[in-house]
């Protein structure tokens, strides 16, 4: 990793960890958003991000958790930590993880200079901020599109280290994977969505998975669309005078209520679920994706599944 970034060679990456500092995150008073951006950007580059850990703000239990990372998986990012304060010591826990000890950087110390003006900041504060682990790269990034040059990024070995301020975070991860990582061929993925519990799915969705190895098969509940169920059921219930509605008020048209009291399509009357996904009682969301170069892999896959569904029960595919 050093080499390739000395050599201005991409970092070639099928792997990634995020470990994400701060005892904010882990008492509750701030939302983690990051780890949610870093797994989103990094899938769009076929990046598989198979670890995230939390840490407090300590140094030993940041550079632990960095050694592990940095033996394990082709790229690690941090997040958070990288601020002005005592308590802000992610950058000297880098150099700890790889056994490098803090050195005053020149150009880092321009940087800061250049960014936030001549003097502005108390010495102890420039000369914290300026402190890098030895050997550690400043990457430079392309000038903004309004002619700003923006942060570098600071990378020790197989390490970047990323801002903790989600917005900061969102656009070095994305310019990361941009400019310095080479990621894995371009993924292909199909979803299909149906109008069915994912336990009555299992058996279909473990035997697609047995058949094809090398296409990673999800299936999730689909939390959105038990919502909208739970309100079409509420409105009904409201509308029949009781909660919830019993069958002797009767079901709007296309639905009926199961032995639970719950609201569910009436295939029977000729309600296709697509016409209405809205009051569709429950959904799983079931995922087939591979690389590019298995995509007839994955279409296969796909086409098994719809086979083993009634057309009645997908909702949606894409």
């Not at 950007?41 to 940041?62: F, H, K, M, P």
């Not at 917005?167 to 400019?179: G, I, N, P, Q």
């Not at 969505?193 to 058996?203: D, F, I, N, R, Y």
Request: glycine share 6%; proline share 6%.
């Amino acid at each position: 990793a050093a080499a390739a970034a000395a050599e201005g060679r991409r970092l070639v990456t099928r792997t990634a960890a995020l470990l994400v500092v701060g005892d904010e995150i882990l008492s509750g008073d701030t939302r983690d958003e990051n780890s949610l951006e870093a797994a989103r950007t990094l899938r769009l580059a076929n990046i598989s991000l198979q670890r995230i850990a939390i840490v407090r703000d300590d140094l030993d239990e940041i550079s632990e958790e960095l050694m592990r990372m940095s033996e394990r998986y082709d790229l690690v990012l941090t997040s958070g930590g990288v601020g002005p304060t005592c308590d802000d010591v992610t950058i000297r826990a880098v150099g700890a993880a790889f056994g490098k000890v803090s050195q005053h950087s020149p150009a880092m110390r321009k940087t800061i200079e250049d960014k936030m003006g001549l003097g502005r900041l108390a010495p102890e504060v420039m000369d914290k901020m300026s402190l890098l682990p030895e050997g550690a790269l400043l990457r430079q990034l392309p000038v903004d599109a309004d002619g700003s040059e923006p942060w570098p990024l600071l990378q020790l070995c197989n390490v970047f280290v990323l801002p903790g301020v989600p917005a900061f975070f969102a656009s070095k991860v994305s310019s990361l994977v941009e400019h310095f990582v080479a990621g894995n061929s371009p993924l292909v993925k199909r979803t299909v969505a149906l109008s069915k519990p994912e336990v009555e799915l299992a058996s279909v969705v473990n035997e697609l998975a047995r058949r094809h190895p090398f296409v990673k098969i999800g299936s999730y509940p689909n939390a959105a669309a038990e919502a909208q169920a739970h309100t079409a059921r509420t409105a009904a219930a409201r509308a029949a005078g009781s909660l919830p509605p019993s069958p002797a008020n009767g079901a709007p048209a296309g639905l009926k209520i199961d032995p639970a009291g719950r609201l569910q399509l009436d295939t029977a009357g000729g309600l296709n679920v697509a016409q209405a996904p809205e009051i569709a009682a429950e959904q799983t969301v079931v995922t087939i994706e591979a690389s590019a170069d298995l995509i007839a892999e994955v279409e296969a896959a796909l086409a098994e599944l719809l086979a083993a569904v009634p057309a009645s029960e997908i909702v949606r595919m894409a």
